[in-house]
């Protein structure tokens, strides 16, 4: 997926929807059955196994930190709702 639309779906997200940041988060909303969908730095420290979709963001935590609006690096954002993006649907 191009990297220039999966940063605008999640700035969708971000401002419509509801996600999670963070590993502990992820395991966490994935146990639940919360999770939509994961999004993962091409540098996180661990892979994450589950029954959702995966993004594989071209980027590193750092990159995608600052897409989400935060000054440090992110290795995962879990979106557990979508609001207004329709980036589930691109990725299936």
Do not use: W
């Amino acid at each position: 997926m191009n990297r220039d639309v999966l940063a605008k779906e999640l700035k969708k997200i971000i401002k419509t929807g509801k996600i999670y940041i963070g590993i502990k988060q992820a395991k966490k909303a994935i146990s639940n059955g919360e999770a939509k969908l994961l999004i993962i730095a091409n540098n996180a420290p661990e892979k994450i196994d589950a029954n959702v979709p995966i993004i594989e963001f071209e980027g590193d935590g750092f990159d995608l930190g600052a897409i989400c609006g935060k000054p440090f690096s992110v290795s995962v954002v879990t979106v557990v709702s979508e609001g207004e993006s329709k980036l589930s649907a691109m990725v299936k």
